[in-house]
T-cell receptor
């Protein structure tokens, strides 16, 4: 089942405006990551925030995490047409089985951001 | 580094045919995963591997097999293709850093159509 759910599903803004996307998840996490996908391409990692962090910045990106509400937001400031893409949040689940550590990353369904020039 | 490479980029199969999607990475990453992406569904984990010789099932493993004989390669086999397996398939690799942080590096994807 999907762990992360992004909101809104689609967002259309004008160049220069800020874009905010939200992600909610269901279970406890170690960290939350945001990825970007341009049409027809693979996903590219944008930013990671640990469960004990509340806010993180990277260039024009600002991510917040509220573990009490099990939610995160991604803010893109001063958007550009080149920011047009789908944005996904992803959460991890690390456990120990068969004598070693497992790794899983669960993705949400994504937000399609369109930035109009 | 080439990063994560996938072949083929496009493939059309008939129902019942089998094939292998190739994935390779040259970053010496421990972890590799296969996802499928369907419209409106996001990415769903098919199988993953935490190292050579170790694989495990993800969320949607039925109809797929994997093996990990080397660190570099993680092929995905479709045993008997079905129209429900029409999708875009992404391979990803990652490593666990000493700080306990990791991120996934994705391949460009394979677009598969089963008729």
């Amino acid at each position: 089942s999907q762990q992360g759910e992004e909101d809104p599903q689609a967002l259309s803004i004008q160049e220069g405006e800020n874009a905010t996307m939200n992600c909610s998840y269901k279970t406890s996490i170690n960290n939350l990551q945001w990825y970007r996908q341009n049409s027809g391409r693979g996903l590219v990692h944008l930013i990671l925030i640990r469960s004990n962090e509340r806010e993180k910045h990277s260039g024009r990106l600002r991510v917040t995490l509220d573990t009490s509400k099990k939610s995160s937001s991604l803010l893109i400031t001063a958007s550009r047409a080149a920011d047009t893409a789908s944005y996904f949040c992803a959460t991890d689940a690390i456990g120990f089985r068969s004598g070693g550590s497992n790794y899983k990353l669960t993705f949400g369904k994504g937000t399609l951001l369109t930035v109009n020039p | 580094n080439a990063g994560v490479t996938q072949t083929p980029k496009f493939q059309v199969l008939k129902t019942g045919q089998s094939m292998t999607l190739q994935c390779a990475q040259d970053m010496n990453h421990e972890y590799m995963s296969w996802y499928r992406q369907d419209p409106g569904m996001g990415l769903r984990l098919i199988h993953y591997s935490v190292g050579a010789g170790i694989t495990d099932q993800g969320e949607v493993p039925n109809g797929y097999n994997v093996s990990r004989s080397t660190t570099e390669d993680f092929p995905l086999r479709l045993l008997s293709a079905a129209p429900s397996q029409t999708s875009v398939y992404f391979c990803a690799s990652s490593y666990l850093s000493p700080t306990g942080l990791y991120e996934q590096y994705f391949g460009p994807g394979t677009r598969l159509t089963v008729t």
